[in-house]
């Protein structure tokens, strides 16, 4: 039969068992498996979830190990032979345990290994400040360190499971005694939901620990190994929702380079220089240069383009790169084979807790070992002392020696702790007649009374477990504390707004008659520089106002009398207004000035009528109020065609405020007669010593009050004196002491040590040059400043060091009358050739200060007077 025919009988047989009517069964039944397999997909889904969650990308709330970390500690405890085994080697033997590949297991030894806790290190493990990674896994080396070993493993207490091939056993957890979790930090993210939990400081954790078993409030927060400066205010204890800001700290090395030596956590050198370059190609920033000097310290060094402001190309930094950063912390672990979300307090409660159980457990394991080693070496003293051994000597069986050994010890079990057993007997039956002959019964009591000892101590440890365990956790902070002191200064942050800090890199143009403005607009009159973020305020003629963001191009309407860069939080800018109320009512003057408004919303400045419009304007970036000339049409009722108005007599007000009345009549002209002067009061600015920075809202120590000529007085531990306009943006150096306001005429008294002639000297002086900063003391690096005061007649006293035994008299010095004011740059008067011990101030003498005459400031307020009348509508009018 041909292959032909093979194929068409077996066609037939098929034909003839499943004929075309029975198709529609089969069908059915497919239906129904693909509605089968429908359901199995999604728990296929459920099941990937839950695996990744608890498998792969969550930590443990009982050890804070993933799987795959706990599977690395686990392998290098079991190679653990107190040298250094090859990575590679590692990361083959854990895949013993773990069935996901050697490039995962890789991976997450070189991150453990990069926070130093837990592993010795040999050879290039990476640079987490650079972002550098570690070398190949066969050219590095590591060990467990000895806190691993002392903290992490305990086999008799430790739970154990079959590994994913049933080959091997592996811990369910580790017994960690120590908030690993809370030292190391640790973040992973599952199938819909993740973590990131912030590192601690270790010597701080176990502080807190301590405070939890004695029963007292602790409070802890992140500190970074990349060190750094953090705001911890809505830390909200690592649970979700909080926020933690960090920024690089940077500080100017000179008036044109900026350096920073600590960088945010979660950024690297390279990532921070990258966000610097784009912030400057976008205009955000001005800057030359930029150097990574990084090695094991960060070292970034951004040169500035003459005339660029240091302190605030610093704000600007902060504000448009990732030099200032924000962390949000979500506390999620497993607890239970489920996730938990919770905060850091608890996760340490839970710690410290489940490590006073683990101590408590492994004391009782040490207990009934003691015991048992008691027991045995009692048995052992009463066989040998009583010549029990003697009694087996005619026995032919081995149960007939059984019973002979247990019927001779029958007398002596009256002091043992507990019943003789089998094992007990047979264990004597082991012992050799080498040992017999050499037992010595005086050493064996010894040891079975230091044994005794042990078990007592034992004993109260169990009963004083607390005492126990706080004794444990200082022993771990006086062992591995030292070197792991906070890295990350805690600090409250000002919030920096973009627009005052952001580079003013575009040109604002304008078209007043056409009532357009934009950056586009070259051809047209040039306004002012400004950013691409800023918002910019425009007056027209009719007597409207509205503010816009800064655009290409842009109609705001026709006839514009002013345009400029708008801030929000201006208050000390006035506008003066003097308008028509339409087309023939009177005229009306006013003060105001422009804070909250509705961007692209037209404000009116006048009554809103018809045919209103804006006589006179201007705009005073400090208040300033000057004098104008208004001439009147010629009238034949009007005698005076001519007079001045003072705006310095107005209110300052709102800018939907009506104003007052000028006149009834006309206005032909209005002249400006003299330039005005603030009539703002001075400000008032304090120093927030928190933040370090100065403000206008009453935050910290006041400075004074301060007109636009006053300056601010700063001297420097290093013996540099400077005066300064005080700015809010301003930066101050970390070792600022003194920093008031200047006064011309008051002296500063030093006393210092001068390093070349090895004596201390005491010089009076006033500043001469206040736009330059000058060194006050010598330039010899061995000098240094002592003590300074700003007082006029200040008082110090000086105690002096012990020379052979003898202790001189303190020496109470009047500065003004031990020296008269001389220049900076003089040597001064010699104290003493003596060794000073230290330098104290006491009580100035006292001084009546001559008081400069300001003047009053008197508001006048127009109202009924001899000057004003008031018409049957209730508007004022002036009289002139």
């Not at 009583?386 to 007398?411: F, M, Q, S």
């Not at 006086?478 to 040109?507: C, H, Q």
């Not at 003498?845 to 109202?863: F, M, R, V, W």
């Amino acid at each position: 039969m041909s292959q032909e025919e093979n194929l068409d009988q077996e066609l037939n047989n098929i034909n003839n068992e499943h004929p075309i009517e029975d198709f529609s069964d089969v069908q059915e039944e497919v239906t129904e498996t693909i509605t089968k397999v429908t359901g199995m997909y999604k728990d296929w889904f459920l099941d990937y979830a839950s695996y990744v969650i608890l498998e792969r990308a969550v930590p443990a709330i009982e050890d804070g190990f993933k799987p795959v970390q706990r599977r690395i500690m686990h392998s290098m405890k079991e190679l653990d032979d107190g040298r250094y085994n090859k990575v590679a080697n590692i990361v083959g033997h854990t895949m013993q345990y773990h069935p996901h590949g050697d490039a995962s297991i890789g991976d997450a030894l070189v991150q453990i290994g990069q926070k130093d806790l837990l592993i010795d290190m040999q050879g290039n493990w990476g640079n987490i400040l650079t972002g550098d990674g570690a070398a190949a896994s066969r050219y590095i080396e590591a060990r467990l360190s000895k806190f691993a070993l002392e903290v992490l493993y305990s086999p008799k207490i430790t739970s154990w499971q079959a590994s994913y091939d049933g080959r091997k056993n592996e811990p369910i957890n580790l017994p960690v005694k120590f908030p690993l979790l809370l030292a190391q930090g640790g973040e992973g993210i599952a199938v819909g939901l993740s973590t990131k939990i912030l590192p601690h400081n270790f010597n701080e954790l176990i502080d807190a620990s301590i405070k939890i078993l004695k029963g007292k409030p602790f409070t802890i927060y992140p500190d970074f190994p990349t060190e750094g400066i953090a705001d911890v205010s809505n830390y909200n204890d690592g649970a979700r929702g909080g926020r933690v800001r960090v920024r690089a700290k940077i500080a100017p090395l000179d008036k044109n380079t900026l350096i920073i030596t600590e960088i945010p956590f979660s950024t690297t050198t390279t990532s921070l220089i990258d966000s610097i370059l784009k912030a400057n190609e976008k205009g955000k920033i001005k800057i030359k240069k930029i150097e990574d000097n990084t090695a094991a310290q960060v070292e970034i060094l951004i040169h500035l383009p003459a005339g660029t402001s240091p302190d605030k190309t610093i704000d600007a930094l902060y504000a448009f790169t990732a030099c200032e950063t924000s962390i949000a912390p979500l506390g999620c672990v497993i607890q239970n084979n489920k996730p938990l979300f919770t905060g850091v307090s608890e996760m340490l409660k839970n710690s410290t807790h489940q490590t006073v159980e683990l101590l408590r457990r492994e004391l009782e394991i040490e207990l009934n070992e003691l015991e048992e080693k008691w027991h045995f070496l009692s048995l052992e003293r009463i066989f040998i002392e009583n010549r029990i051994y003697r009694a087996i000597e005619e026995e032919e069986t081995w149960e007939g020696v059984l019973t002979a050994i247990d019927e001779g010890l029958k007398p002596f079990v009256v002091n043992l702790k507990r019943a003789i057993t089998q094992e007990d007997i047979i264990r004597l039956t082991e012992i050799r007649i080498k040992r017999i002959s050499r037992f010595d019964i005086d050493k064996a009591n010894q040891n079975i009374e230091a044994l005794e000892g042990e078990i007592e101590a034992v004993k109260y440890n169990l009963e004083h477990l607390i005492d126990f365990a706080i004794k444990y956790f200082t022993t771990l902070k006086e062992k591995y504390g030292k070197g792991k002191e906070r890295l990350t200064e805690l600090r409250s942050f000002d919030t920096i707004e973009a627009t005052k800090v952001v580079l003013r890199n575009t040109k604002l143009y304008v078209n007043r008659e056409e009532g357009f403005f934009g950056t586009g607009l070259r051809k047209d009159e040039y306004v002012c520089d400004c950013s691409d973020i800023d918002d910019v305020i425009v007056f027209l003629r009719d007597g409207s106002m509205m503010v816009s963001r800064v655009d290409e191009k842009k109609f705001v309407g026709k006839d514009i009398i002013h345009i400029a860069v708008w801030d929000k939080n201006d208050k000390r800018t006035i506008y003066n207004l003097i308008y028509r109320d339409g087309k023939s009512g009177s005229s009306y003057i006013k003060r105001f000035n422009v804070t909250g408004v509705t961007r692209d919303k037209m404000y009116p400045l006048t009554q809103d009528k018809p045919g209103s419009q804006v006589l006179y304007f201007s705009a005073n970036p400090n208040g300033e109020a000057e004098v104008v000339t208004i001439l009147l049409r010629q009238l034949t009722n009007v005698k005076k065609l001519k007079f001045d108005l003072d705006f310095a007599e107005l209110l300052i007000k709102g800018r939907a405020a009506k104003g007052n009345v000028v006149t009834k009549y006309a206005i032909k002209k209005i002249e400006l007669k003299e330039k005005g002067i603030s009539t703002l009061r001075p400000r008032k600015i304090w120093f927030d010593e928190t933040v370090k920075r100065l403000n206008v809202d009453g935050r910290g120590e006041l400075l004074g009050e301060f007109k636009p000529e006053d300056r601010l007085l700063i001297i420097n531990q290093s013996g540099k004196v400077k005066t300064i306009v005080p700015e809010l943006t301003t930066h101050f150096e970390e070792d600022m002491i003194v920093l008031e306001k200047w006064k011309e005429n008051k002296p500063i008294s030093a006393l210092y040590f001068d390093g070349e002639k090895a004596r201390y000297y005491l010089k009076r002086f006033i500043i001469e040059n206040e736009n330059r900063e000058e060194l006050f003391i010598t330039e010899h690096p061995n000098s240094r400043l002592e003590i300074i005061s700003t007082d006029f007649r200040p008082v110090f006293e000086v105690v002096f060091s012990k020379i052979k035994g003898i202790q001189k008299e303190n020496q109470t010095i009047d500065v003004e009358q031990f020296i008269t004011i001389k220049g900076i740059k003089a040597l001064g008067n010699q104290v003493s050739i003596d060794k000073i011990k230290q330098v104290n101030i006491l009580e100035s003498l006292p001084y009546i200060e001559e008081e400069e005459e300001e003047e009053e400031e008197e508001e006048i307020i127009l109202g009924e007077g001899p000057n004003t009348e008031v018409d049957d509508d209730g508007q004022q009018t002036l009289l002139f």
